[in-house]
């Protein structure tokens, strides 16, 4: 099993740019999220699902926009990129309440390291 | 409004030491803690703790939590320079998906 993957490992944007970050996961896992770190500020949620064709706003969704296209995969869109969006950025899953589960940790990507100039 | 706070932020220690990390909390609806460790790279799981007072263990990192005072510890005995790292604290809502993380604690061991 990969687990999560992410694509981009790196990305440089110019102000005003838009793109798309990808992730998947390989353990049929329920829930998805999109996380960003900066230095100091420890994790923060961007958006997340909670199953296959949900999405809820996390802390901090503005200049965001997300896709579940479907059980294993889940996208991080920036329709026009600010310098304060750059950052890293973690994709994370775990298999999820609606799978019954009540309590299970979440499996990390690599992260994907954007640099908005 | 949901609270993770985790002391100290930073701690730098000689190999051998003993440490304790601390992650205080105010949640509602508290269902479980986890602890993570942070290498330049992806968060790895570490612990979930539910139930107070039942210390978990793993080599020689444990960790404990306290549901009436609010708070968890993470030990690590005999440090060595490979548990530098960034240790993250995150509590779970009950009926949520969400994690709340804390800013977590840079943990540098000197040889």
């Known amino acids: 099993n990969a687990g999560v993957t992410q694509t981009p490992k790196f990305q440089v944007l110019k102000t005003g740019q838009s793109m798309t970050l990808q992730c998947a996961q390989d353990?049929?896992?329920?829930?998805m999220y999109w996380y960003r770190q900066d230095p100091g500020m420890g994790l923060r949620l961007i958006y997340y699902?909670?199953?296959?064709?949900?999405?809820d706003k996390g802390e901090v969704p503005n200049g965001y926009n997300v896709s579940r296209l479907n059980k294993r995969e889940f996208s991080l869109r920036l329709e026009s990129a600010a310098p304060s969006q750059t950052s890293v950025y973690f994709c994370?899953?775990?298999?999820?309440?609606?799978?019954?589960?009540?309590?299970?940790?979440?499996?990390f990507g690599p992260g994907t390291r954007l640099t908005v100039l | 409004e949901d609270k993770v706070v985790q002391s100290p932020l930073s701690l730098v220690v000689h190999e051998g030491d003993t440490v304790t990390l601390n992650c205080s909390y105010e949640v509602t609806n508290f269902r479980s803690l986890l602890w993570y460790k942070q290498e330049k790279k992806a968060p790895t799981f570490l612990f979930m703790l539910t139930s107070s007072g039942i210390e978990k263990k793993s080599g020689r990192l444990s960790s404990i939590l306290d549901k009436k005072e609010l708070f968890s510890i993470l030990n690590i005995t005999a440090t060595q320079t490979g548990d530098s790292a960034v240790y993250l604290c995150?509590?779970?809502?009950?009926?949520?998906?969400?994690?709340?993380f804390g800013k977590g604690t840079k943990l540098t061991v000197n040889p």
């Open positions: 699902s909670a199953s296959e064709g949900t999405t």
């Open positions: 994370a899953s775990r298999r999820g309440l609606a799978g019954g589960f009540q309590y299970n940790e979440q499996f």
């Open positions: 995150a509590v779970e809502k009950g009926g949520s998906e969400k994690l709340v």
């Open positions: 353990m049929n896992h329920n829930s």
